[in-house]
């Protein structure tokens, strides 16, 4: 994933860029990056590498180095980012959140033209930030090229622009997959992938764009260049998983969803008829524990904490690009709480079941402090589908979902075409594969949300909302 954070201000704006930034150090830990305008200077622009430490630590320094009016910042975990570019259309520099699966395809289109080249980085691929902008480049103005390059890629792009003139173009996805929202202050706009990021900064919401709307912002305020699209499919893992929690994306609150969804899930193993037979409800922090209270507070079980989270080093556990290191950081975030575990049958509520990597360290947590049972709930359905347009999680093969991999290992092949039915557990693959499931992980029990259950949890027309990594459907 990745967030951003740009504002134009009759102030100096360095202080909100920088603040805003980080505060979308969530969304991704590869690369962080600012650029500024000043009137004088002109553009600036820092990138760095934050594998090994916090976006903060990085940039700390900026506030002698940089100096502005306007400016946008990017937390990236793909390309370096925002880049500087020179084109007919002016000096500006840009950075962009989603994924542009066919983003080879569109470097080796370019290049067939003979009329330009790339700067390739050592593997020979190309910054994805820098071909969106040869694909801006090609028309008239930042609006038709932004627009051009929405109709040509496949994926998702929301890109921030900053002009030679201290002005933001501000471009959402064509569909929305990503939020995108404007605050003001009296000093000026600001915008930003969560919303909080500027509420804390002593701004109010003025407005959240629209699918595949396109705004130009400056001090004296908001200038709409392309009209929002009717379609919409904005990613409902921002509910389920990364989205912050208090975050409201189209009306719906990030920790209020959670809640209801617990619920929900609750609700659905008693009219079920499955096992109540636990001591008390915990949830896989930090994501799942909002779902995990509100599926005690139906239930009517305890809620506890048996488990913590190291949060001052380790970041999430999908973040890292090698499976070893998301194994390590799985397994050494988790502190545990024996007092709590010992001799007790647990129900955890995890905010969704990937690759395995999270449950099957919590699981050996939770037996080597000497858990009696543990019984597992995942707050969203079996993941079966590699998602294709945010890079949300990175893996070489769909063989790597744990669902879609144990799937194959009990049918081969053949099952891949009854994947529906695997992902309902009121079916008999359905219920197979959680039973397979459960002792592939040494669970007790092991449910998931049903796809109906999320999307009433959100509370948006289920039309609005992209489910595909659940059901595949576009």
């Known amino acids: 994933m990745g967030g951003y954070f740009g504002c ?41 590498n934050i594998e090994n430490s916090p976006f903060r630590t990085k940039f700390e320094h900026i506030y002698s180095k940089m100096q502005g009016v306007s400016g946008i910042g990017c937390i990236s975990d793909q390309d370096p980012q925002p880049l500087l570019i020179r084109s007919h259309v002016g000096t500006y520099a840009i950075c962009f959140v989603g994924y542009v699966s066919n983003h080879k395809e569109l470097v080796d289109e370019y290049l067939n033209t003979r009329m330009g080249h790339f700067d390739a980085k050592t593997s020979g691929e190309v910054n994805v930030a820098e071909l969106l902008s040869v694909y801006i480049d090609k028309k008239e103005s930042f609006a038709e090229g932004i627009a051009y390059v929405q109709s040509k890629i496949e994926g998702s792009a929301s890109i921030l622009i900053l002009k030679d003139d201290g002005s933001i173009i501000a471009a ?19 915008v930003s992938f969560e919303p909080f990021a500027y509420q804390k900064l002593g701004y109010d919401i003025e407005k959240e764009m629209g699918p595949g709307e396109i705004v130009e912002i400056t001090v004296d305020g908001i200038t709409q260049l392309k009209e929002p699209g009717k379609e919409m499919k904005i990613c409902s893992f921002l509910w389920s998983y990364y989205g912050f929690p208090t975050s409201t994306y189209e009306g719906s609150n990030v920790e209020v969803m959670r809640y209801k969804n617990g619920e929900i899930m609750a609700e659905n ?40 989270k190291y949060t001052p080093t380790w970041a999430r556990s999908f973040i890292p690009s090698e499976q070893a290191d998301r194994n390590r950081v799985a397994k050494m975030k988790q502190i545990p709480v024996p007092e709590l575990i ?15 990597t999270q449950i099957t360290k919590t699981v050996d947590l939770l037996y080597g402090n000497g858990a009696k049972s543990v019984h597992m709930r995942s707050a969203c359905p079996p993941i079966m589908y590699s998602c294709k347009y945010l890079n949300f999680s990175r893996h070489t093969s769909e063989m790597e979902l744990i669902a879609r991999r144990s799937v194959v290992e009990l049918e081969g092949e053949e099952g891949l075409k009854y994947l529906d039915e695997y992902s309902d557990g009121t079916t008999e693959r359905g219920k197979k594969l959680r039973k397979y499931m459960s002792e592939k992980l040494s669970l007790s029990s092991l449910e998931f949300q049903t796809l109906e259950g999320v999307i009433k949890a959100i509370g948006i027309e289920p039309c609005k909302l992209c489910t595909y990594c659940w059901n595949g459907k576009e």
């Open 8 to 48: 134009v201000s009759r102030k100096d704006a360095v202080p909100q860029v920088f603040y805003g930034t980080d505060y979308h150090s969530h969304l991704g830990n590869r690369r962080g990056g600012i650029a500024m305008y000043d009137k004088q200077i002109g553009l600036q622009r820092e990138i760095h």
């Open 172 to 190: 959402r996805d064509r569909l929305g997959r990503t939020p995108m929202s404007i605050g003001k202050s009296e000093d000026g706009y600001c």
């Open 342 to 356: 010992k001799d007790q049958n647990l129900l955890f509520v995890d905010d969704s079941i990937v690759r395995g």
């Open 269 to 308: 193993d008693l009219k079920n008829g499955i096992s109540q037979d636990f001591d008390h409800v915990g949830g896989v922090p930090d994501s799942g524990t909002s779902h995990a209270i509100g599926y005690a507070n139906k239930s009517g079980k305890a809620f506890t904490r048996a488990f913590i």
